[in-house]
């Protein structure tokens, strides 16, 4: 069974405990059918269906996870993840979004066994988004990811925020620039960093693209098959596919519901193998740290289906891009130092490869993407050290910034 103990009164465990679980590839399914019929005789015990409802969510089941959760959210709005060493050196609050795994960031899978508390505050989506009250903290952290969903709470938190009296970490405004058509905006024209535009365009369009009306060229600015294609609000690659020509594409929208696109160049980024190689980097205060890469035979790379548990070669040369990572970094570090300062995020991870011109090729940024160390240490026993250089940074740069604001107001000065 698991060694969570969920016994009453049930303590907020959070993410990390089911997702290293179901890394190790432990059976989530058994705790569910437990406590199932215990939250059922608990309505009021908050904490305990929160837990439920981020277990069901694991496991896939997305719309009773998100029932389970508005359940929880009738209770109570805050849930306190207290640091694994007291006393706590701060207490960080997290603004969070209703949803599901992507809609926030997973921070406390990244600062476990720390000694920082986290308050997961979930704002209201009505009205006052901070209406209900707020825990003592000792400073903000705009957890939310960007989404059609979370962008009206993005709006409505950027006055609310604006002269808050105590640090903000990832403002609403710098997380609305993670959008991905916004991002391909602000990143053009930076030397050695390749983003390709993105295009919005309609069902409609994309229609007269395949009856010979228009080329594509004609809705998406001169760009030519092969192209990416998902649809909008799409999120972890679902209904992202690379299409060739018009008969591809004609297919694709026979398959996929929705009236609005994202199309955008593809980029052929396989080495001289035939592999493709994604990296994911974190910067945290515009300093570049390796999180992972993925090696795969396909260019669109998850890191859980690229066969990275399976292949000892994979992952030994993982291991040797992540201690030749300063040498990565210096290589593409104006691109690096142009995202952090455009982005406008203290924290933020990037998608990323390398194009066969040496030029840095984004897929994607964002701070909600998971980073943790959570993977087998026989396995992946060069991860921990470059984890815990994250963790580390990540940790020195929020007590800085809290020890920054609590000096501020003593002095009456301005936190920076």
Known sequence: MSSIDMSAPAPFVGLAPFLRM??????????AQEQLPRAEACPEDANLWMNLATLMLCLGHHELGLGIQAHALTRQRTFHLAAAHQPARLRALLLMAPGDLATNMPLDCLLEDCDIDLLMYYVSEEGDPLATALPEHNLVMVAMSESDENRPLLTALEPLLADWPKPVINRPQGVANTDRERASQLLQGVEGLLIPPTFPTSRTELQRVISGEKTLADICHDIDFPVIVRPLGSHGGHGLERVADTDELADYLTRLSGEDFFVSAFIDYSDGDGLFRKYRVVLVDGEPFASHMGISSHWMIHYLNAGMY??????????????????????????????????????????????????????????????????????FPHKQVHMAKVKSALRSYLLRRAEGGAQAQKTGGVEV
């Open 310 to 379: 399976e292949d000892a070669a994979k992952r030994a040369e993982e291991g040797a891009w992540m201690e030749r990572f300063d040498a990565f970094a210096l290589r593409h570090r104006h691109a690096l130092n142009a995202i952090a300062e455009r982005s406008g995020l203290d924290y933020l991870c990037i998608d990323c490869a390398e194009t066969r011109d040496g030029e840095l090729l984004v897929f994607e940024i964002g701070h909600a993407m998971a980073v943790h160390a959570m993977d087998s240490i026989e396995l």
């Open 22 to 31: 179901s890394i190790n590839g432990e059976d989530l399914r058994p705790i």
